[in-house]
């Protein structure tokens, strides 16, 4: 049974069955209390009327037991019930009951060595509860008929809503995901996932935005390295030249080649991070050699820039984590604050321990990130302001990976600066 309202039918039918059937039992079981009760306190009545008139009768009759138990049963005129006087095993006197039924309810009185006992067939009370039966039967279809078109009608209703729900998702596709689910004076219930679902449309068209931007740029920044490769080969098989042009342009060629490589491995590592894919190698490892290697290797497009670069990262600081990433991320916040440092300015490693964990900080002198800017710096592809061009060699994926290796250690990554002063990087990293 695939159906909803099929189900929720079903569920109702089967409870609202035992309900009644619960009922049904209870009802009949205190309606036979009460019948046998009602019998029992009229026989009690009756033998205590003849417990309270026989010893008069014998008093009256002078002894005579038979004729005194005689008259005290004519006297009672009983409602088809029968009364026997006993003394000892002799009976002195009984009534023929009107019944022949065996099944009889009995109630008896001690009056001295005289026993007054009362009984009464039981069918009467069959006959009542037999009445009950037949109509607990002939209404137990009748209801569960009516209960079954209740349940249906108001499982239909219950779920029109959501049929209206779901018509209108189906006419949304990854073309119109900016399209939100309306559906007005619904239940609770129903708004809660109308709203979860508008929700889940907002991330999808936030992803599929960000994927369709994402594709965009990066073909946009493989066209350029891509189209100086195809131009430089084309000039140099154009003609025959000499060896320091082939030269020349083959180091061009090499030069573009690299920075396509760059971009792609960079590719590759968020595609797969995005996948979930990575997995950290971890390590124990001295995090200040880590920082003063990274100083060491940029050392030399620092000096070609003419910028100051110090490095704070005495005294042993042991960390576990993936090296390798930590390295990557290190030496992209270096390049980064080298690349936009203008001549003559400073850049600034440092890394220090802090309660429960480590903290790197990258600080340089540079042009500085504008206020509207810094909270997306760290977007893929996203250079802040017309002076982060890609003249200076970037793709805008480096922050990306700085923001992705700290987050999955369990760390953060923040950013301050001021336009002309320069941007300070921020890098907390728990220990594991």
């Known amino acids: 049974m695939r159906s909803l309202r099929a189900q929720l039918t079903a569920l109702y039918l089967a409870f609202f069955t035992l309900l009644f059937a619960v009922f049904s039992v209870f009802l009949y079981g205190e309606l036979a209390r009460s019948l046998a009760s009602h019998v ?3 026989l009690a009545s009756e033998a205590d009327t003849a417990a309270v008139l026989f010893p008069d009768e014998l008093h009256e009759m002078q002894g005579d037991e038979l004729r005194a138990a005689r008259e005290v049963i004519s006297e009672l005129k009983l409602h088809g019930d029968a009364v026997t006087i ?7 006197a009984t009534s023929e009951p009107q019944s022949a039924d065996i099944r009889t309810r009995r109630a008896s009185r001690a009056v001295r060595e005289y ?7 039981v069918d009467a009370i069959e006959a009542e509860l037999a009445v009950v039966r037949r109509v607990i039967l002939v209404a137990l279809p009748l209801i569960l008929l009516a209960a079954g078109i209740g349940g249906y009608w108001l499982a239909t209703r219950g779920l029109r809503p959501l049929e209206r729900v779901a018509g209108q998702a189906r006419r949304i596709t990854e073309t119109n995901l900016e399209t939100r689910l309306e559906i007005a004076g619904a239940a609770e219930e129903v708004t809660a996932l109308v709203a979860s679902f508008n929700e889940l449309l907002s991330r999808l068209d936030q992803s599929f935005a960000t994927m369709r931007r994402f ?17 430089e080969a084309d000039v140099a098989l154009s003609q025959e030249r000499g060896a320091t042009e082939y030269r020349e342009s083959l180091g061009i060629i090499l030069d573009e080649s690299r920075r396509v490589s760059r971009l792609i491995d960079d590719l590759l590592n968020l595609a797969r991070a995005d996948s979930g894919r990575v997995m950290l190698h971890t390590q124990g490892f001295y995090l200040n050699e880590l920082v003063a290697e990274c100083c060491r290797a940029v050392q030399g497009l620092a000096s070609a820039r003419t910028v100051q670069l110090e490095c704070a990262a005495c005294g042993d600081l042991q960390f576990t984590g993936d090296e390798e990433l930590l390295r990557r991320l290190t030496l992209n916040l270096l390049e980064n604050a080298i ?3 203008p001549a003559g300015g400073k850049v600034s490693a440092s890394v220090q321990r802090e309660d429960g964990g480590v903290r790197l900080v990258v600080a340089d002198t540079g042009i500085g990130i504008a206020a509207g800017d810094r909270s997306r710096v760290f977007e893929r592809f996203y ?4 002076a982060r061009s890609r003249k200076d060699g970037g793709f805008g994926l480096g ?6 290796i700290a987050e999955s250690h369990r760390g953060t990554v923040e950013c301050a600066s001021q336009v002309g002063e320069g941007s300070r990087f921020t890098v907390t990293l728990p220990e594991s």
């Not at 006993?86 to 002195?92: A, D, I, M, Q, S």
């Not at 594709?215 to 131009?231: C, F, K, N, Q, Y």
């Open 383 to 386: 250079r802040a302001g017309e």
């Open 339 to 341: 690349r936009y440092t």
């Open 115 to 121: 026993v007054v006992e009362v009984s009464a067939p």
């Open 86 to 92: 006993r003394k000892g095993e002799r009976v002195l």
């Open 40 to 42: 029992d306190g009229r």
């Open 399 to 404: 922050l990306a990976i700085v923001q992705w």
């Open 215 to 231: 594709v965009a740029d990066a073909s946009h920044e493989l066209r350029t390295p891509v189209a100086i490769i195809r131009g």
